[in-house]
């Protein structure tokens, strides 16, 4: 019971936790350093390490998997593609 306490005070706030997430998809092709810099000019502050712990727990720790997370997210919501997603999505399958 202790540890699981433990593992509880060492996380991110939820909203950090989720605007990391909704990063990872919208910026597939950076790795946890660049998002945690990016994301520091918004006023987010989560070390590289701290992103990759945060992509671990939502299964998005690669290029591969946060692609997918992205044709998901076009998918269901129908959203409209920015220039970075197009050009690593053409990556994908180029």
């Known amino acids: 019971m202790l540890l699981s306490n433990r593992l509880v005070e060492n996380r991110v706030d939820e909203q950090i936790?989720?605007?990391v997430v909704e990063?990872?998809?919208?910026?597939?092709e950076h790795g946890e350093h660049r998002s945690?810099?990016?994301?520091?000019?918004?006023?987010?502050?989560?070390?590289?390490?701290?992103?990759?712990?945060i992509w671990l727990r939502h299964?998005?720790?690669n290029f591969k998997k946060r692609l997918k997370a992205l044709e998901d997210k076009i998918a269901t919501e129908g959203i409209i593609l920015s220039e970075?997603?197009?050009?690593a999505l053409e990556k994908s399958t180029g």
């Open 84 to 87: 970075s997603q197009i050009s």
């Open 23 to 28: 990063y990872a998809i919208e910026s597939p």
């Open 59 to 61: 299964h998005l720790e």
């Open 17 to 19: 936790e989720s605007t």
């Open 36 to 53: 945690s810099n990016e994301l520091r000019k918004k006023g987010i502050f989560v070390s590289g390490s701290g992103v990759r712990s």
